[in-house]
């Protein structure tokens, strides 16, 4: 007996009109479907999570623009393959075929020297380059190849596109269609889908294959259940990406250096690059560990730069280095409640004016309207401090860093203190 093709395959969209979402990129008078109408699309990356579509547009842009579709993945594929695809499209315009549609799935995985192999063919207009991440292009494509790429921003469906996907399917699907589908309560799937269209369809394939045989209605807690039951079943293709790398800097923050370097190991098994695992490790040096461990900071950017330069395997000691560094350190968040609580200031308060005695002036009339006058230079002060309002008057005395209570930060709240008296007297 042949095996079943997942839902989420049989329910891959036919036309622009049956795609999901995204309608701010290929929505009626969208700059996208605008392109597509006018018959002259941009190279082009998509850029955004996993399952919103990116696949299944690029095979519609194709599609409606009558092309010939090459298509290749990041991981499977390397110069030999490119260069295969390239001669081809060379092929082809000599005998006048349309110019050719290239598609490389996770763009983000090709190295500078299979990216550059790219350039020639994008530059010359033999092919129309399509590529899809789930990466920021800005670090993950060379700036040559981005410059001549527009960038569409995908996101993940909302709520309504989700339980669209769901009815669809219900309602056209050959194999679902004959079911008797007893849906009371749609928020564990959309719960667990995360946004993702396949994941979303992959677990209500999952969900309506072990009710329907038993009349069972589909609720929250039969979702939840069936899913803990089957997990291997609809995320064994790697959909867990996103899972995992929470669960390991939900390990790092809450100092545990054990669970942290195991969800490490999971993604170096999987295939994970470890230039996303060594990103997200930068970022939260800052966002975990800021003040309480400065060189938290430093030695998760010399992590990144040292795996980008070594690569597997040996990065995944450098990796371990810093994941368990990181576990062990003091934690705090108080330079990233900061800034949150300064820019929602800045959102309720407006473009405050900037104190006088603050302001630059390097003009003669900048000067005779007092501009900097009572400017006050700390380093000509006892201690290179003096005490003076840096902040817009509307909002003078306002606190919005708060020192964490970790010994370096207690130095941090004493050194403020003693500086600010009242003011600052945390």
């Known amino acids: 007996m042949a095996t079943r093709i997942p839902l989420a395959e049989r329910l891959r969209p036919k036309t622009l009109a049956d795609y999901a979402g995204q309608r701010h990129i290929v929505g009626e008078g969208a700059v996208l479907r605008s392109a597509i109408e006018r018959g002259n699309i941009p190279s082009m990356i998509l850029w955004g999570p996993p399952g919103v579509g990116k696949t299944s547009l690029a095979y519609l842009i194709a599609k409606e623009l009558d092309r010939p579709f090459f298509s290749l993945s990041a991981i499977k594929s390397g110069v030999k393959e490119v260069r295969e695809v390239i001669d081809k499209a060379e092929q082809l315009k000599n005998f006048d075929h349309s110019q050719p549609i290239l598609f490389i799935d996770e763009i983000h995985r090709f190295s500078k020297s299979q990216q550059d192999s790219l350039l020639g063919a994008v530059e010359k207009g033999l092919v129309t380059l399509i590529g899809a991440t789930t990466e920021n292009p800005s670090f993950e494509v060379i700036s040559a190849l981005l410059s001549r790429c527009q960038v569409y921003v995908l996101e993940n469906l909302d709520e309504q596109d989700l339980i669209s996907l769901i009815q669809k399917a219900i309602r056209e699907d050959d194999f679902l269609k004959n079911d008797k589908i007893d849906i009371r309560e749609y928020e564990a799937l959309i719960r667990l889908s995360g946004g993702d269209a396949r994941r979303l369809l992959n677990v209500f394939e999952?969900?309506?294959?072990?009710?329907?045989?038993?009349?069972?209605?589909?609720?929250?807690?039969?979702?939840?259940?069936?899913?803990?039951?089957?997990?291997?079943?609809?995320?064994?293709?790697?959909?867990?990406?996103?899972?995992?790398?929470?669960?390991?800097?939900?390990?790092?923050?809450?100092?545990?250096?054990?669970?942290?370097?195991?969800?490490?190991?999971?993604?170096?098994?999987?295939?994970?690059?470890?230039?996303?695992?060594a990103r997200r490790l930068l970022i939260l040096a800052s966002e975990d560990i800021g003040n309480?461990?400065?060189?938290?900071?430093?030695?998760?950017?010399?992590?990144?730069?040292?795996?980008?330069?070594?690569?597997?395997?040996?990065?995944?000691?450098?990796?371990?280095?810093?994941?368990?560094?990181?576990?062990?350190?003091?934690?705090?968040?108080?330079?990233?409640?900061?800034?949150?609580?300064?820019?929602?200031?800045?959102?309720?308060?407006?473009?405050?004016?900037?104190?006088?005695?603050?302001?630059?002036?390097?003009?003669?009339?900048?000067?005779?309207?007092?501009?900097?006058?009572?400017?006050?230079?700390?380093?000509?002060?006892?201690?290179?401090?003096?005490?003076?309002?840096?902040?817009?008057n509307e909002i003078s005395d306002t606190r919005l860093y708060d020192p964490g209570s970790n010994a370096a930060e207690e130095k941090l709240r004493q050194s403020l203190r003693e500086k600010w008296k009242e003011k600052y007297g945390y």
């Not at 939840?224 to 899972?243: C, I, P, S």
């Not at 800097?249 to 999987?270: C, F, H, T």
């Not at 998760?300 to 690569?311: E, H, K, L, S």
Request: net charge negative; aromatic share 10%.
């Open 206 to 277: 999952l969900v309506v294959d072990a009710a329907v045989p038993y009349n069972r209605p589909i609720t929250n807690d039969f979702v939840l259940q069936q899913v803990q039951q089957n997990m291997a079943r609809y995320d064994k293709t790697g959909e867990q990406h996103y899972d995992i790398i929470s669960a390991f800097i939900k390990s790092i923050r809450g100092s545990d250096p054990n669970a942290a370097v195991y969800w490490l190991a999971r993604m170096i098994e999987g295939g994970e690059d470890p230039s996303f695992i």
């Open 292 to 392: 309480a461990n400065p060189n938290a900071l430093l030695l998760a950017n010399n992590c990144f730069q040292a795996v980008n330069v070594i690569g597997w395997p040996e990065s995944r000691i450098i990796l371990s280095q810093t994941v368990t560094y990181l576990a062990s350190s003091a934690k705090s968040n108080a330079s990233y409640e900061a800034i949150n609580k300064a820019q929602a200031l800045v959102r309720s308060t407006g473009d405050l004016s900037v104190p006088l005695h603050l302001r630059n002036a390097p003009t003669k009339l900048m000067k005779e309207l007092d501009y900097g006058t009572e400017y006050k230079y700390a380093h000509a002060y006892s201690g290179n401090f003096v005490e003076q309002e840096f902040l817009p």
